[in-house]
C-alpha cells in the first residue's frame, strides 16, 4: 500500500487554497494545480486519517472520465503533466494524483443528478413528497429507482459546513449573483448557465450509466462541478464520478427497500453512524480495518469502471 499524502507542501507555487480533498495551486495566471490528497470527509467533515492511495485511485479515475465524456461537454484539462510545473524534489508529491487545469470561474452550485431514492433525497421525499422541489409519485421506497433522472442542485459547503439542497430556481439566482460580471461580457444570463449546466449533467450522468451498468455497477447519483472560461463557456471541473462524488452500487446486489452495499464513502458514513459523534469537526480517528476496507472498495470501483489496475 502507498504511503498516504494528508497535505502537500509545495513551495515553488504559490498556495490558493485547501478543499477538504484537493490543494490548490496557482500555475501563472490561467492554470491551477490541483493536487488531491488521500484526506476524506464525510458528513462534510474532514477525518484524521488518511485512505493511502485514495488520491492516486480518484485521479486515475476522474481522468478516465473526463477523456470518456469530452464530446458532451469541453473540461478543465490541459494535457500538461504535473511534474514538469513543480520543483525536482516535489515531483513524488503530484505524481499519478495532480493535474494542471485549465483556471475557470466555478459555478457557485453542485450539480446533483439522481437516479434513484437514496440519501438526503430520500429523507426530502419522506418529509415533502418531492426531492428539491421536484414533485415524485406516491408509494416510492428507500432505493427506488426514479422514472427519468432529476437535477437537485446543492449550495457548496466550506469545511465544516453542510452542503444544503436548493430549488432549480435558487441555483438561476446564486448564478446570476456570484457570476454577474463574467455574464455580463459574455451575455448570457444566470437562468441560462443554469439551465446548460442541468442539462449537461443530465446528459453526464445518463452516458456514465449506461457505461457502469455495462460493468454491473449501478451509479444511483453523483455531484459535478462546472466553470466558465472568460467567453461564459461551460466546462466540466474539479473531479468527476469517483467514489468521492458518486454512489456506486453493485448491481447484483440492489434490492429495492434497503440500502445497497457500495463501492463509495457509503462504508465510512455507515461505520461512523455506528459511533457517539455529532458529526461536528473533530472527526473520529478510523480503526486499520476500516482505513483497509476503503481503500478495496475504492480500488474495486477503479477497476470495474475502466478495467484498469490501480496505478501506484
Known amino acids: 500500500m502507498t504511503d498516504a499524502l494528508f497535505e502537500s507542501t509545495i513551495k515553488s507555487l504559490p498556495l490558493l487554497g485547501r478543499g477538504k480533498v484537493r490543494d490548490i495551486y496557482a500555475v501563472g495566471e490561467d492554470q491551477l494545480l490541483i493536487v488531491t490528497s488521500d484526506r476524506l470527509s464525510a458528513f462534510d467533515v474532514v477525518l484524521p486519517d488518511p485512505i493511502p492511495g485514495k488520491g492516486q485511485l480518484l485521479t486515475q479515475l476522474a481522468c478516465f472520465w473526463f477523456e470518456k ?13 504535473p511534474e514538469t510545473v513543480v520543483a525536482a524534489d516535489e515531483r513524488a508529491q503530484v505524481r499519478g494524483r495532480a493535474l494542471v487545469v485549465k483556471r475557470l470561474r466555478p459555478l457557485p452550485i453542485e450539480a446533483v ?20 422541489g421536484i414533485p415524485l409519485a406516491p408509494g416510492l421506497r ?34 446570476a449573483s456570484a457570476l454577474a460580471d463574467l455574464l455580463a461580457v459574455a451575455g448570457k444570463s444566470g437562468a441560462e448557465i443554469a439551465t446548460q449546466a442541468r442539462d449537461v449533467a443530465i446528459a453526464l450522468y445518463t452516458a456514465a450509466a449506461e457505461h457502469a451498468a455495462a460493468r454491473g455497477i449501478i451509479i444511483a447519483d453523483t455531484k459535478f462541478e462546472f466553470g466558465l472560461d472568460a467567453a461564459g463557456t461551460l466546462h466540466l471541473i474539479d473531479e468527476v464520478l469517483t467514489p468521492d462524488s458518486s454512489r456506486f452500487w453493485p448491481a447484483d446486489d440492489y434490492r429495492e427497500g434497503r440500502n445497497p452495499p457500495s463501492y463509495d464513502k457509503q462504508y465510512i458514513r455507515d461505520y461512523l453512524e ?7 469537526a473533530p472527526g473520529p480517528s478510523l480503526p486499520m480495518a476500516v482505513i483497509a476496507g476503503t481503500r478495496a472498495r475504492y480500488a474495486e470501483a477503479l477497476q470495474r469502471l475502466t478495467g484498469e489496475k490501480p496505478v501506484q
Open 69 to 81: 465524456l469530452a464530446a458532451i461537454v469541453p473540461n478543465q484539462m490541459t494535457g500538461i503533466a
Open 274 to 280: 455506528t459511533l457517539p459523534w455529532d458529526k461536528q
Open 113 to 132: 443528478v439522481r437516479g434513484y431514492l437514496i440519501g438526503s433525497g430520500w429523507k426530502d421525499y419522506q418529509a415533502t413528497g418531492a426531492v428539491c
Open 142 to 175: 428507500l432505493a427506488s429507482r426514479l422514472p427519468a433522472p432529476i437535477f437537485t442542485p446543492a449550495t457548496k459547503a466550506a469545511i465544516g459546513d453542510h452542503d444544503e439542497n436548493v430549488s432549480f430556481e435558487r441555483a438561476q439566482a446564486d448564478c
